[in-house]
């Protein structure tokens, strides 16, 4: 099957990430064939260098899930970059499940993701999580900004 046939980097990515977390470990080796031996990727709580320290991280956060769905909202891709919004619902093995809406911003070179940066918000995240604690932590921001 050619690269055209499979889609755009950015139509892979998203569909690699989705079978990733609805299959977990047996499709982490097609998900990590799209990034390059020296990734760089960081998020709200860590940051990681090199192909074997991603999927290391990939793995823990996989065996920390009872449940875990994403869904790839919008994509933007042009030369050497690709931003894509999604929403996440991750149900550690303990405590209530999360629902996490954030970005991705990737950069390519040669055809491989050698940058990866996702944001999203971790404490409005626990917040949807708790009955009555999302209305707060909104009032607090508004108050704020």
Known sequence: MSQS???TLGERWS???ET???EREPALPAFLSLYDEHIQFQDPLQRVSGLAAYAELNRRFLARAR???ISVEEMAEQEGRLFASWRMHFAPRLGPELTLEG???LRVREGRIVYQRDHFDVAGGVASAVPGLSALYRAVLTRVT
């Open 5 to 7: 046939e499979q889609g």
């Open 67 to 69: 449940r875990i769905e």
């Open 20 to 22: 990733l977390f609805r």
């Open 15 to 17: 569909r690699a990430l």
């Open 103 to 105: 970005v991705s911003h």
